[in-house]
């Protein structure tokens, strides 16, 4: 019987609530295993010794979270980042486009609705946004935001029966049906109704799609359903940087565009998930 933690940091309890999609898989693991700690389902202080199996949700934003998150790698056997947040920095990770101290002072000087002057200090704030494995060695981690129930599930009970889960080694474009000619747009497209053919690549099309960048095994909802895929599983295996190797996949759509991208303008959707780990993010850290 495994001792099992789940906590959330600096996210928003997306990826607990999606581990409830879980149905019987989750009632046959918590009848199999101990949940010792989950203040989202049960009221827990002390973060408690000898945890088997810890699932972190979330990124690292205060010192408060650098010692919990710490506290709780000295008392885990597996460390397993939970979610896109945990893993990359996810969508709080944009807020690494700015200072720290310029982010507090837009929000709670600057933003509409605010009382002006009043900034909270009763947590000391870093800088940046942090996926966790910038403070403590993760061993495992779920993509996604939020993670894929079939990713949960594989990654529970692979670990929990004594062996070692695998990666998904494809990219979101070999589970997308859309069909691909290697003709690409003269122009960059937002609007559905720009859409020219319903079925046809929507990156050939012109739209700003991050399917071949980005770690598959999603089955590719969002580009089924007309949209592009926004890359919130993260750069593929083999790749360090998910930015970079879409600018590197877009080879064949900017050579065509190349006069209307603006990268500045276009970083923040290059790196919607995965700014704070990403080589961009790293400079842009080192020059402040
Ligand atoms: S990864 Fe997504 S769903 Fe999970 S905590 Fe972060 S924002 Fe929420
Ligand atoms: S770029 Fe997007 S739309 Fe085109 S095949 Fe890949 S996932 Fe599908
Ligand atoms: S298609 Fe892209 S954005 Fe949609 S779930 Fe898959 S990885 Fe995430």
Partial sequence: MARILIIGLAGDSGCQVAAIGLHEVL???????????????IDAKDI?????????????????????????????????AFGACAAFGCIPGLANFKDGKELMNLIYNDWRGTDKGIIPTHLETLP???????????????????????????????????????YNKTQVCDDCPRERL????????????????????????????MGPATMGG??????????????????????????MAMIDAMTGLLTKIKDEFDPDLYSAMLYRFTYAESVLGEIARRNR
């Fill in 27 to 41: 009632i046959d693991i918590l009848v199999a295993n101990e949940l010792i700690y989950a203040p989202t389902l």
């Fill in 48 to 80: 408690p010794d000898n945890i088997d199996v810890a699932l972190i949700e979330g990124g690292i934003r205060n010192t408060h979270e650098v010692e919990v998150v710490k506290e709780i790698r000295e008392k885990s056997g597996a460390v397993i």
């Fill in 128 to 166: 940046e946004q942090h996926p966790i494995k910038h403070f403590v060695k993760v061993d495992y981690f779920i993509p996604g935001c939020p993670p894929e129930v079939t990713d949960i599930a594989y990654m529970l009970t692979t670990l929990l029966n004594g062996e070692v889960p695998e």
């Fill in 182 to 209: 290697g003709e690409y747009s003269t122009e960059l497209k937002r609007l559905p109704e720009e859409l020219d053919d319903p079925d046809r690549c929507l990156l050939e099309q012109g739209f700003f799609c």
């Fill in 218 to 243: 999603c089955g590719a909802p969002c580009t089924q359903s007309g949209t592009v895929c926004e890359g919130c599983r993260g750069s593929c295996l083999d790749v360090d940087d998910q930015g």
